[in-house]
């Protein structure tokens, strides 16, 4: 579907919200919810507000006629393909299509059927010691860790700087959680590891982490917890929840802070954040950004089993879908990706990657096939 038709079409929905649609919108509309099962759900959950939700709790209001003229200026200018304007009430209609505004919203309960292609799953790999690598899988139990320590041989009481260290790597495709030594709980993303000692022991507990995780740390004044990161960040806490967002191929790391208070150290930049803040450390070395959120769950969904990505390029979702399902994905068009702006793709644990997919090249136009755990995609020519 070209990007003028879907502009169109959001401009249709607008009038058809505000009770001024035109017989030739009307019949517009109903053609195209006429072509497809897909688009009668999809338009029922965006009039529904289903799937705009998050965009209408956090964005302030418009005036509609604001939003229609945008859409015509990006009918005008579609060959730029830049804007993202964002609305709620009648107007979110408009943010959730992703051809007028490059915003888009997924969230489709589609059970899973058949065993390929498969969604995400609960795994992780422990090794012990460097030596001992055990496979873990059991939902709901972040000590599961400890048999397999206990069944390894046991440790002094008093772990000292020889104490066994433990690594947990999640692989592509999956998720686990862990409870560590001092009751603090750990939900580890696709594509994370995380080492840390069996037993706490010094004036800090410490633990490093490459890839995605959100901690909920036991509060512990005389030993405070750090995380550090590969690239030089760490994160000193108390006792507090947040989430930290690192991996490789991403040009920042990002802590996010749920409750607390988190100190943030990169080289010589510094900061503390609040809740509802979120530190934002750029890897060039140009420092520390803090941004205030208007919901920290868009950061920390994946936790329950929800994949969400707010306003991203599709390099960035194409990155976290590949993470989240454990698929390899490539472009045709880099340039391409840029091009078409920003995007929100929202996604349950149960559903099938081609289910997002589908609803991607619903909206697009992309094109894409599998062979394997591997995806080519096909971004529309101008």
Same mark, same amino acid.
Request: aromatic fraction near 8%; proline fraction near 5%; charged fraction near 25%.
């Given at each position: 579907?070209?990007?003028?038709? =879907?502009?169109?079409? &959001? ?23 006429? #072509? ?9 959950? *965006? *009039? ?7 965009? /209408?709790?956090?964005?302030? +209001?418009?005036?509609?006629?604001? =939003? ?22 009648? /107007? ?82 999956? @998720? ?28 800090? !507990? ?6 995605? /995780? ?36 991403? +040009?920042?790391? !990002? ?5 607390? @208070? ?29 941004? !205030?959120? +208007? ?52 996604? @349950? ?10 609803? *991607? ?9 599998? &062979? #394997?755990?591997?995806? @080519? ?6």
């Amino acid at each position: 579907m070209d990007y003028n038709r =879907i502009a169109h079409l &959001a401009e249709a929905m607008i009038r058809k919200l505000t009770g001024g649609i035109s017989r030739s919108d009307q019949s517009r509309l109903d053609e195209w919810l006429d #072509g497809s099962p897909r688009h009668r759900e999809l338009y029922r959950r *965006l *009039l529904s507000g289903e799937s705009h939700r998050w965009h /209408a709790e956090n964005f302030p +209001p418009e005036d509609d006629e604001y =939003i229609l003229q945008g859409v015509r200026r990006r009918i005008a200018a579609a060959r730029r393909r830049r804007i993202a304007l964002r609305a709620a009430g009648a /107007a979110a209609v408009l943010s959730a299509v992703a051809g007028a505004f490059h915003i888009y919203t997924l969230h489709m309960e589609i059970p899973q059927t058949g065993d390929s292609p498969i969604g995400h799953r609960y795994h992780a790999v422990m090794t012990i010691g460097g030596g001992l690598r055990v496979a873990l899988s059991e939902p709901g139990r972040e000590t599961e860790w400890k048999e397999y320590t206990s069944a390894a041989g046991a440790t002094p009481d008093s772990c000292t700087a020889e104490c066994r260290m433990i690594r947990i790597e999640v692989p592509r495709g999956s @998720s686990y959680s862990v409870r560590l030594d001092d009751s603090t709980l750990v939900w580890l993303n696709a594509e994370t590891v995380i080492e840390y000692p069996e037993k706490f022991s010094g004036p800090r !507990r410490r633990v490093s982490l490459s890839g995605e /995780a959100c901690f909920e740390v036991s509060h512990a004044p005389d030993m405070p917890f750090a995380v550090t990161m590969p690239d030089g960040v760490e994160v000193t806490v108390l006792g507090t929840r947040f989430n930290v967002h690192s991996y490789d191929d991403m +040009p920042d790391t !990002r802590i996010t802070l749920i409750d607390g @208070s988190v100190a943030v150290r990169a080289g010589p930049h510094q900061t503390r954040i609040n809740p509802c803040e979120q530190a934002v450390v750029d890897r060039n070395g140009l420092g520390i950004t803090v941004r !205030r959120l +208007p919901d920290t769950r868009v950061f920390t969904c994946w936790t329950e089993g929800l994949f969400l990505m707010a306003d991203a390029p599709l390099k960035e979702i194409f990155a976290g879908i590949g993470r989240w399902y454990g698929l390899e994905i490539a472009c045709d068009d880099p340039a391409g990706m840029e091009r078409m702006g920003l995007f929100t793709v929202r996604a @349950s644990h149960r559903d099938k990657y081609t289910a997002v997919f589908d609803a *991607l090249r619903d909206v697009t136009g992309l094109e894409y096939t599998i &062979a #394997g755990r591997n995806v @080519s995609v096909k971004l529309p020519s101008e």
